[in-house]
């Protein structure tokens, strides 16, 4: 089966550190594009960070200098490192991947444009 499971949500304080994986089965993450996204109550799904096959990564202006997205291809999994986190980072975050032939993101962060999803995993920051 063709899916991505997001684990490591939780609660922290403004300031604080948390670290988000997603791991794939049914097909090799490695080969896609693959991102974060984030979606707060009220608001749109909004992309956070993507890396593509090249290891080649993309940061949404919000969030650069503070996440990192990463990739472990041997158990085919997406990690987002999250430090100095805002209340304005409370979201449910999403990790999400393009069609299997699309390796590259191209600097992406268009949540129409990723195919597959994961349900999720909520994030809140309290100040």
């Known amino acids: 089966q063709v899916q991505l499971v997001e684990s490591g949500g939780g609660s922290v304080q403004t300031g604080g550190s948390l670290r988000l994986s997603c791991v794939a089965s049914?097909?090799?993450?490695?080969?896609?594009?693959l991102g974060w996204f984030r979606q707060a109550p009220g608001k749109e799904r909004e992309g956070v960070a993507a890396?593509?096959?090249?290891?080649?990564?993309k940061y949404a202006d919000s969030v650069k200098g503070r996440f990192t997205i990463s990739r472990d291809n041997a158990k085919n999994a997406l990690y987002l490192q999250m430090n100095s986190l805002k209340p304005e980072d409370t979201a449910m975050y999403y990790c999400?991947?393009?069609?299997?032939?699309?390796?590259?993101?191209?600097?992406?962060?268009?949540?129409?444009?990723?195919?597959?999803w994961g349900r999720g995993t909520q994030i809140t920051v309290s100040s």
């Open positions: 999400a991947s393009k069609t299997g032939s699309v390796a590259y993101c191209f600097g992406d962060l268009a949540p129409m444009n990723y195919v597959l």
């Open positions: 049914g097909f090799t993450a490695s080969t896609r594009c």
């Open positions: 890396i593509d096959r090249a290891g080649i990564v």
